[in-house]
Antibody, heavy 123, light 107 residues
Framework: QVQLVQSGAEVKKPGASVRVSCKAA????????ISWVRQAPGQGLEWMGW????????NHAQKFQGRVTLTTDTSTNTAYMELRSLRSDDTAVYYC????????????????WGQGSLVTVSS | DIQLTQSPSSLSASVGDRVTITCRAS??????LNWYQQEPGKAPKLLIH???TLQSGVPSRFSGSGSGTAFTLTLNSLQAEDLATYYC?????????FGQGTKLEIK
């Protein structure tokens, strides 16, 4: 079954770091890009960044520059998102999503999502 | 960054109704517009891509239209299981922004 399986909930103190994993099942992770999206409690969706399928290049939203690192491990078919210097407003559910890119229409769509990982930042 | 504004922010409709949600972009995004459905407590699910293409497996009562800066998601013959929040997303340029969401309630 094609799916993305994410790591479990985490509780972190302000200033700490968190790493969320996203394991691809049923397909080869690096055949697609992976985006990370977060959702604060009761709020909307916020795109954080992506890692490309081609060479592992990454791109982040400006607000996360310097705090987020996106990586993939091809040996385990797993993507990772690390967020550093955590603050209380980083409390959110973090999703990974598979990016399907059409070579003909050049459009991108997020066609497969992980189940989400709740990260709570609290002293 | 490209801003997406959805309207309404919430709406209530009855089973069998036709519902329309609008998404407006702050600049042209051509047809690089996707729609997602997020049921309570679940991950988002892709409904429509490239403004009007129905994702495989999505019921045909969902449809999308528009291009440039104005887009519409239409749900025909509303069903009880359509209770969810709906988001538009642009993938014309990074950052891939989302609209603020439209919460659909069933009367």
């Amino acid at each position: 079954q094609v799916q993305l399986v994410q790591s479990g909930a985490e509780v972190k103190k302000p200033g700490a770091s968190v790493r969320v994993s996203c394991k691809a099942a049923g397909y080869t992770l690096t055949n697609y890009g992976i985006s990370w999206v977060r959702q604060a409690p009761g709020q909307g969706l916020e795109w954080m960044g992506w890692i490309t399928r081609y060479n592992g290049n990454t791109n982040h939203a400006q607000k996360f520059q310097g705090r987020v690192t996106l990586t993939t491990d091809t040996s385990t078919n797993t993507a990772y998102m690390e967020l550093r210097s955590l603050r209380s407003d980083d409390t959110a559910v973090y999703y990974c999503a598979r990016e399907y890119f059409s070579d003909t229409s050049m459009e991108v769509r997020f066609d497969l999502w992980g189940q989400g990982s709740l990260v709570t930042v609290s002293s | 960054d490209i801003q997406l504004t959805q309207s309404p922010s919430s709406l209530s409709a009855s089973v069998g109704d036709r519902v329309t949600i609008t998404c407006r972009a702050s600049q042209t995004i051509y047809s690089f517009l996707n729609w997602y459905q997020q049921e309570p407590g679940k991950a988002p699910k892709l409904l429509i891509h490239a403004a009007s293409t129905l994702q495989s497996g999505v019921p045909s009562r969902f449809s999308g239209s528009g291009s440039g800066t104005a887009f519409t998601l239409t749900l025909n013959s509303l069903q009880a299981e359509d209770l969810a929040t709906y988001y538009c997303q642009q993938t014309y340029s990074s950052p891939y922004t989302f609209g603020q969401g439209t919460k659909l309630e069933i009367k």
